[in-house]
């Protein structure tokens, strides 16, 4: 074997094992999710309960506050783990690409034209 066929493995081991990482992250955050969602719908429904409560006590008061300043925290933390800047790294440089590319194409065709 030559060193041009031993190249590939390497590539190919070292690749397979970027994908594995990156399922298990896709895993682990998809297990987070769920269970924020379910913690989401956990407080959702005690923040129901407590505004039906016809005695609203300095303890519910503060118990009320509490809940919600709980359920913004886990909301904020749902949506912003879903888009990471890596993520649109690849679409934002396809984008700059293309539209630069776009932009000569018109220059050239209206310096053709005109």
Same mark, same amino acid.
């Given at each position: 074997?030559?060193?041009?066929d031993?190249?590939p !493995?390497?590539? *190919?081991a070292?690749e %397979?094992?970027?994908?594995e990482?990156? %399922?298990r *992250?896709l895993?682990?955050?998809?297990?987070?999710? $769920?269970?924020?969602?379910?913690q $989401?719908a956990?407080?959702q !429904?005690?923040?129901k309960?407590l505004? !039906?409560n016809r005695k609203q006590?300095?303890?519910?008061?503060?118990?009320?506050?509490?809940l919600?300043? $709980?359920l913004e925290t &886990?909301? /904020?933390?749902l949506?912003?783990?879903l888009? =990471?800047?890596s993520? &649109?790294?690849?679409? *934002?440089? !396809?984008?700059?690409? *293309?539209?630069?590319l776009?932009? /000569? /194409?018109g220059?050239l065709?209206? =310096?053709?034209?005109?």
């Amino acid at each position: 074997m030559t060193n041009l066929d031993e190249n590939p !493995q390497p590539d *190919f081991a070292q690749e %397979l094992e970027e994908v594995e990482t990156s %399922l298990r *992250f896709l895993k682990d955050r998809y297990t987070q999710v $769920q269970n924020d969602q379910q913690q $989401q719908a956990q407080w959702q !429904q005690e923040l129901k309960n407590l505004k !039906q409560n016809r005695k609203q006590t300095p303890e519910i008061k503060n118990e009320l506050s509490r809940l919600q300043k $709980q359920l913004e925290t &886990l909301e /904020i933390n749902l949506e912003s783990q879903l888009f =990471s800047w890596s993520s &649109l790294k690849r679409p *934002f440089w !396809q984008a700059i690409r *293309f539209g630069g590319l776009g932009v /000569i /194409i018109g220059w050239l065709l209206k =310096s053709w034209v005109g």
